[in-house]
């Protein structure tokens, strides 16, 4: 099956065409990164007009097989920005009006989960325990097959993305600090500040990041070597993920441990669950386009909707910020 994927949550336009949510036949992104640095961050009313701006042309380059090979057309309808995601569901809902294909909604966060589906012909071996970690959420979800799961945690305050992000804003790096923070961190000392390692002992499978962004602060009044303050912060970070991770991992017999969302790029933590991860076999997306938000992830989890939860050509999609718990 033949899926078209949309995704305009956030401060991606992207567009993908995947077959039997696995072979990823092409996957276009234009991202509005240069148009937030000004901003040092998303604005929501611009990030939706260049949206606008952007889909039919994203749309175009990534429709490489004629249209009426697509057997259906799969969109983010949440969680994200209202703005964005009106601008994405509009497009696909008019798409499947005028070419009579039906319209799959997709949760975000479910399309980062089936992210690590993506390029691989090796079979997953259930259950898989997968962190999730981006900018937006951060959970911890248990996976008995590709449409059964349990969240067994969240992120309380900050997702670990968001507190990447604040911390480079507060070194003064440029917007998205993720990739920033962890470019620099190799030439710090983790051992330099001792940071907080939040809820790493809490006993269940929940996250606080807020109180880490806050230790970062009040080390930031007198003189700092940035590149000191990046790597003792993400060991810290990445010392909590993966910790917990690892333990939910156990907790659950997991005979996989999946990593997903845009911290996935990060190669500190790859390396710390690698080490950490003994026996069990750990996968993170198979490229780096599928780490942060992307459609090929969109069109990916829409193979596994059920069909029940298709929508018939034409019909409106509702976006919400809160779109369902998955
Ligand atoms: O999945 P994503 O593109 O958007 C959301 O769904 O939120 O994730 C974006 C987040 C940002 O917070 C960004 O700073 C972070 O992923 N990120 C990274 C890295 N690359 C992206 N964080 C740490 N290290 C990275 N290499
Ligand atoms: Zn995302």
Not at 13 to 39: F, K, M, P, Y
Not at 255 to 267: C, D, P, Q, Y
Not at 289 to 313: E, H, Q, R
Request: one cysteine or more; charged letters at 20%; a negative charge.
């Amino acid at each position: 099956m033949l899926i078209l994927g949309i995704e305009t949550s956030c401060d991606e336009t992207a567009v993908s065409l995947v077959r039997d949510g696995r072979e990823v036949l092409s996957n276009v992104i234009s991202s509005q990164i240069d148009i937030h640095r000004a901003t040092n961050g998303v604005v929501p009313e611009v990030a939706a007009r260049a949206h606008v701006g952007q889909i039919q042309a994203v749309y175009e380059e990534a429709l490489v097989v004629p249209i009426e090979e697509v057997d259906a057309i799969a969109v983010t309808a949440g969680p994200g920005l209202l703005t964005s995601l009106i601008v994405g569901t509009s497009f696909a809902s008019t798409l499947s009006w005028v070419h009579k294909q039906p319209l799959i909604p997709v949760n975000h966060i479910y399309g980062h989960i089936l992210s690590n589906w993506l390029e691989r012909e090796d079979e997953i071996e259930f259950p898989v325990v997968v962190l999730t970690v981006s900018g937006g959420h951060n959970d911890l979800v248990l996976l008995r097959s590709e449409t059964e799961f349990e969240i067994l945690g969240e992120t309380l305050d900050d997702a670990a993305g968001e507190a990447y992000d604040k911390v480079a804003k507060m070194l003064g790096l440029q917007y998205p600090g993720g990739p920033e923070i962890s470019r620099i961190a190799p030439k710090g000392n983790v051992n330099a500040y001792d940071f907080p390692r939040p809820m790493i002992s809490s006993g269940d499978f929940d996250f606080s990041f807020s109180g880490l962004k806050s230790a970062v602060r009040r080390e930031l009044t007198g003189n700092f070597v940035e590149e000191d303050v990046a790597a003792s912060f993400q060991e810290a970070a990445n010392d909590v993920l993966s910790s917990k991770l690892i333990v939910a991992a156990q907790k659950m017999s997991a005979k996989e441990i999946h990593l997903a969302g845009g911290v996935s790029a990060n190669t500190n933590l790859r390396e710390m669950i690698s080490k950490r991860c003994g026996d069990v076999k750990f996968r993170h997306p198979s490229n780096m386009t599928f780490c942060t938000d992307n459609a090929a992830m969109i069109a990916g989890a829409a193979f596994y909707v059920s069909k029940d939860d298709w929508l018939k050509p034409g019909m409106a999609i509702q976006p919400s910020p809160d779109f369902g718990d998955f």
